[in-house]
């Protein structure tokens, strides 16, 4: 499957909102915001369930070393790790 990163960033948002039950709609979700911040209001527990749904929704598998790398501060960083799993991923199934 073969995704750019404007699809991914789409269901990622959408997933965003479905699992953490933001009061947000998808396109106000920018890079910028802060997965921490009082709009986000990501904790340990929420952030486990979002990488599970994520991983679900794009058929990856996120390893915690990559998930501790990738020092997740905002929203683009979580596209950045997401982008890069769905393209390393689409990369060992056509090798």
């Not at 929420?46 to 990559?66: I, K, P, S």
């Not at 020092?71 to 991923?89: A, C, F, K, N, P």
Request: charged share 30%.
């Amino acid at each position: 499957m073969h995704d750019d990163g404007a699809e991914i960033a789409i269901r990622t948002r959408k997933i965003m909102v479905d699992v953490l039950g933001l009061r947000l709609n998808p396109e106000d979700i920018t890079d910028e915001i802060s997965l921490y911040s009082p709009r986000i209001q990501l904790d340990s527990l929420t952030m486990l369930q979002l990488l599970l749904a994520l991983e679900g929704e794009f058929d990856v598998q996120l390893d915690d070393e990559d998930v501790m790398e990738a020092d997740l501060r905002t929203v683009g960083d979580l596209m950045q790790l997401i982008q890069r799993s769905v393209r390393d991923t689409s990369r060992e199934g056509n090798a």
